[in-house]
């Protein structure tokens, strides 16, 4: 079956960094997504790897090996405002999205 | 500023009654898709469009319809709702075009539907 798992719960401190992993099993791989969620709010596009290695943008940067099925999103320079899950997506041989649960990052002052 | 726009944020219906669900875009995309999000789940696909008057079905369509009249609005209907039908509905849009690139969603702000 096709899996992505993703830690269901981080805390972290405002001005600090934190990475979220996201480790995924599925049939092929045609790229991987990062969307944020504020709760009780749309999700909202963050980031797109297809190609292994490191994409910056800004405070946040997202992290793809393929051989490893592994994903990372690093954010750097913490704020409360990124109190939000944060959700990994693959789309799959068949160009449909699977999508993990989501991992909810506290911020702490 | 683009928009997926749901009609309803929160509804409470009965089991059995039919429910309507609407989803509009102002952003002349050509694919449509409705989700469902649980606690603990990721997103589950229901049903998508990718034309006027076309569907197909996701992961998980049983108990679901849609309707894809105009290329601007894709409707979710539950004929007769059941309690485990009880989640938050999302909908997205994003452009057609080569779906090796990064394809973007669009999500509406979720419609949370309480079946009692």
């Known amino acids: 079956g096709q899996n992505i798992d993703q830690p269901t719960e981080m805390t972290a401190t405002e001005g600090a960094i934190v990475q979220i992993n996201c480790t995924y099993q599925?049939?092929?791989?045609?790229?991987l997504f990062w969307y944020q969620q504020h709760a009780g709010e749309a999700p909202t596009f963050l980031s797109y790897?297809?190609l292994d290695g490191l994409e910056e943008k800004g405070r946040f940067s997202s992290f793809l090996s393929r051989s490893k099925g592994y994903s990372y999103l690093l954010l750097k320079e913490l704020q409360m405002k990124d109190s939000a899950s944060y959700l990994c997506?693959?789309?799959?041989?068949?160009?449909?999205?699977?999508w993990g649960a989501g991992t909810k990052l506290i911020i702490k002052p | 500023d683009v928009k997926v726009t749901q009609s309803s944020r929160y509804l409470v219906k009965r089991t059995g009654e039919k429910v309507f669900l609407e989803c509009v875009q102002d952003?002349?995309?050509?694919?449509m898709f409705w989700y469902r999000q649980d606690p603990g789940l990721g997103l589950r696909l229901i049903y998508f469009?990718?034309?006027?008057?076309?569907?197909e079905k996701g992961d998980i369509p049983e108990g679901y319809s849609v309707s894809r009249e105009k290329k601007e609005r894709f409707s979710l209907i539950l004929e007769s709702a059941s309690t485990n039908q009880t989640s938050m509905y999302l909908c997205?849009?994003?452009?057609?075009?080569?779906?090796?690139?990064?394809?973007?969603?669009?999500f509406g702000a979720g419609s949370r539907l309480t079946v009692l």
């Open positions: 997205a849009s994003s452009l057609a075009g080569s779906a090796s690139g990064a394809n973007v969603l669009t």
């Open positions: 952003m002349d995309h050509e694919n």
């Open positions: 469009s990718y034309d006027v008057k076309m569907k």
């Open positions: 599925t049939s092929g791989f045609n790229g």
């Open positions: 790897n297809v």
């Open positions: 997506a693959v789309r799959d041989s068949n160009y449909q999205l699977i």
